[in-house]
């Protein structure tokens, strides 16, 4: 069972390793990899890790406080009420979870001695169950991470550099800061199943939804007004780059039956395979069938809130509020963002 999990942006691997190897020195296990052994699946990787772990930190930073991943898995810690947040730049703490205090490592670079610090050894030691202390644990450098100069590298195993640290790279690239929604989204063997028309052979990695798409693809509904990228053989990179938002994995999954990570790698494997065309329509069917998103899942905070009120002309926060959340659930986040500035 995992001590510690931290879930961070994997830009900021270099700012988290100074924590990690503190509490590995501490003498906790630390799950700050999220590298995929092959012939293993995420489910049994990455999601064990996470629902195991006695303690999830989350590290706040400038750019994992919008990273839609870290939010999932800081959600999952709460959940739990294992969760530890630390901040280490001074941003403001996303939405939904300003009510857990977060110590503050902003320019920490590993003073054990710092009281901060102290604190949230402290923390840490509630959770887990033990005292720090004993023999420090094993720590591993994170696929991600950047390589060491190439004179600096060493050559083993009979004169082969280790393979290692390039398994699963694309995989890492898209689970970023870690690997809850591959987690969620299920990534088993799933049953065999007979494509639609027009659908091609290659298996889904989740529910079969594809009796949906035979039904859509009648329609005249209007096809998608965004951009199908493709990232090959990774449903949930192109989930994210092809511009849907948490808002709309909600609807899709509360229209399918599955979750918001499987909805995000339902919509990436269609995509994938040729289908991405009829999802506007199945998110029409999910809007017409009555399913909407909330202001907790735009993502927005209480100042975006004052300031799209101050820019629709509203007297009240909570007005804007509900029109964002309005706007969201119709597919026009464009016009929330344009309304912050952003676009």
Known sequence: MTDVFISYKKEDVRRVEPIARALANAGYDVWWDHRIPPGRT???????????????????????????????????GKKRNVLLPLLIDDV???????????????????????????GVLSAVQHFVGRAPGGAPRPLTTPSHAPPPPAASREVRSGGRQLAGPLLGVAAVA?????????????????????????????????????????????????????RDVQVPGDEFATYFQSGYVYCDAKLLGAFWGQGIGEAK????????????????????????????????????????????????????????????????TLGRSDVVLSALGGG
């Open 42 to 76: 995420y489910r049994e990787v990455i999601g064990a890790a996470l629902q195991s772990a006695k303690c999830v930190i989350v590290v706040w930073s400038t750019l994992s406080a919008n990273a839609q991943w870290v939010l999932d898995e800081a959600d999952e």
């Open 92 to 118: 403001e703490i996303p939405y939904g979870f300003r009510q857990i205090e977060a110590a503050r490592l902003v320019g920490w670079s590993g003073d054990t001695s710092d009281s901060e610090w102290e």
């Open 174 to 226: 898209a689970l970023g800061a870690g690997g809850y929604y591959a987690w969620q989204s299920g990534f088993l063997t799933p049953p065999s199943i007979t494509p639609a028309d027009g659908e091609t052979t290659t298996t889904p990695p989740i529910n079969d939804v594809t009796a949906i798409d035979t039904q859509v693809t009648n329609t005249n509904l209007p096809t998608s007004t965004r």
């Open 265 to 328: 790698a339902t919509v990436g494997w269609k995509i994938l395979n040729g289908l991405g065309q009829n999802v506007p329509a199945i998110l029409q069917h999910a809007r017409n069938a009555g399913h909407t998103c909330e202001w907790t899942d735009t993502g927005h905070t209480y100042s975006d809130a004052e300031r799209l009120a101050a820019a629709w002309g509203m007297n009240d926060p909570y007005q804007a509020k509900l029109r964002t959340a309005e706007l969201y």
